[in-house]
């Protein structure tokens, strides 16, 4: 899963540009669908372009989960080159045409897919240079979505769960605002924002470790969060130091 998310810096943080009385940083993040774990993270200027880091982080053979703002033909033609994959929303108005209707499963059809379609998507010089797939799904509110994808060999209906995993990538940025602290930065420097994230990113993990051993759950509950805290700063007793020390010592 892709997205940037922008975290405003103080006037004094020239490097950190944006807008021409606001300054910011972009954190564009890679996280693993299904473990939620973070894989890579990049930091841009506040109005640094999250499809051209998406371009450079691209791996052959990888599914990239992506918001509609990555929306761009160059960018699917460049994927497309890199051996890799794509799972998005198309946008409203796009222009495409049918190259052929694809079947439907029956229990697919019945969970909300409507149809499954190849597609050739744009007009012109401008088109796609390969052909893409089109599976629209209507949700049980009544909505209706059009997922873009170049993965031909997955049922519809993964399709349209894989980008409802996209929202767990807004999930961890709202924990990171709000329980790792990176609203505010400590430092001025590029490099002092970037060990911050780091450092916070580091903190999810040993969280997610911690949630793992006291309750063999990948979950971070505020119960868990509550438990980090009061043994971070309660005194542990000797004999557990020690116990601890003896198992780390080989044979």
């Not at 998406?54 to 929306?71: A, E």
């Not at 400590?186 to 924002?193: F, M, P, W």
Request: charged share 25%; net charge positive.
């Amino acid at each position: 899963i892709v997205d940037g998310t922008f975290m405003q810096c103080v006037a004094s943080m020239v490097w950190a540009s944006y807008q021409e009385k606001k300054n910011g940083v972009k954190g564009h993040l890679l996280l693993s669908a299904g473990d939620d774990l973070p894989e890579r993270l990049v930091l841009t200027e506040g109005k640094g372009s999250e499809r051209a880091v998406l371009k450079q982080l691209l791996q052959r053979g990888v599914t990239y989960i992506i918001d509609r703002g990555y929306n761009c033909y160059g960018l699917f033609n460049t994927v497309a080159v890199k051996g890799a994959f794509f799972v998005t929303r198309l946008l409203t108005g796009a222009a495409f045409e049918v190259v052929q209707e694809l079947p439907v499963d029956e229990e697919d059809r019945s969970k909300g897919v409507l149809s499954d379609r190849k597609i050739r998507l744009g007009k012109g010089k401008k088109a796609v240079k390969v052909l893409l797939r089109l599976v629209t799904f209507q949700a049980g509110d009544g909505k209706v979505y059009r997922f873009l994808t170049n993965r031909m060999d997955l049922r519809a209906l993964l399709v349209c769960e894989l980008y409802h995993r996209r929202w767990e990538i807004e999930l961890f940025f709202r924990f990171m605002k709000n329980y790792l602290k990176v609203k505010q930065f400590l430092g001025r420097s590029e490099n002092a924002v970037l060990i911050q994230l780091y450092a916070a990113l580091i903190a999810f993990l040993l969280l997610r470790l911690y949630a793992k051993i006291k309750e063999g759950s990948n979950k971070l509950t505020l119960q868990i969060l509550r438990a980090a805290k009061h043994r971070l700063f309660a005194r542990i007793p000797h004999h557990e130091i020690t116990e601890y020390l003896a198992r780390l010592q080989p044979g």
